[in-house]
């Protein structure tokens, strides 16, 4: 219901505004299933930025509920804990940095459904998981674990750092290096001079620190990098055609 009364007043706005200028493709269902606007408001609230942290608030109050069950079952272990400071973390990080979807994706069925079903519901599968089973960590796997969520955490935030500094300042350096930079537009040093999507490399390892103290792993679909790489050739074509072939690697160099 909410995506149709999205889509009926997408199509009848008349705004000229980058953040609610409709852009409708003239196929329905891709209209509302991706959206028409960037930012469409109601009584002056952003609605995207309040799916979004409501999602998010959903995903860390699921958890929460999560952890006093296990604490009222007398369940609580190591691997309980690791994955909730994880995940509190995570959606910390969210808050405090400016996220894609805020900035890129426009608000349809498929942000909203993912807002307030797809983020709380399936991203605290493993906080179910590790209440009906229990999974004591050894010392050198809570070691290990932690180092693949730091390393991750560093890739991930780094790499958004630095291009977020390069679209502030295209002549910042990077590394202590003055950016080498295709079309005056794209970066193509630091991490992004590695893996044109080094930032998926590290939600990847986050994602997994998220699985592990279960036991598990839990791998992320590529269907989202796929996606935003094609919304780069679109946006740059000739110059993102030149870094393609510079910077050959979509996350992780020699490999995919």
């Known amino acids: 219901m909410v995506t149709l009364v999205l ?15 409709p852009h409708i493709s003239g196929n329905l269902i891709h209209d509302w299933w991706f959206g028409i606007q960037l930012n469409p408001q109601f009584m002056g609230i952003d609605l995207k930025c309040f799916f979004v942290r409501a999602g998010m608030m959903g995903w860390l109050l699921i958890n929460l509920s999560i952890l006093m069950k296990s604490i009222q079952d007398g369940t609580l272990s190591q691997s309980v804990i690791l994955y909730q400071l994880f995940c509190a973390l995570y959606i910390l990080d969210y ?3 400016e996220d894609w979807d805020i900035i890129a994706e426009r608000l349809g069925f498929m942000l909203v459904f993912g807002d307030l079903v ?4 399936t991203f ?3 906080g179910w998981w590790l209440l009906m089973n229990s999974v ?14 730091l390393i991750g955490y560093m890739v991930f935030r780094g790499a958004n750092k630095q291009n977020h500094v390069f679209k502030k300042n295209p002549k910042a350096r990077i590394w202590g290096k003055p950016p080498k930079v295709i079309g ?4 193509a040093s630091g991490y992004w001079g590695i893996a044109r999507r080094c930032n998926y490399l590290g939600d990847l390892m986050l994602a997994l620190s998220f699985s592990l103290p279960c036991g598990i792993s839990s791998p992320i679909p590529y269907f989202y990098p796929r996606r935003d790489e094609a919304r780069c050739a679109e946006k740059y074509r000739e110059i993102w055609a030149e870094y393609w072939k510079l910077v050959p690697w979509r996350i992780l160099p020699y490999v995919y």
């Open 7 to 21: 889509y009926f007043s997408g199509c009848k706005s008349q705004s000229k505004g980058s953040s609610l200028k």
């Open 95 to 97: 808050f405090v940095h």
């Open 118 to 121: 797809w983020i709380p519901f």
């Open 124 to 126: 605290s599968i493993q």
């Open 136 to 149: 004591e960590s050894t010392p050198a796997a809570i070691v290990a674990n932690c180092f693949v969520f």
């Open 184 to 187: 005056g537009k794209l970066l």
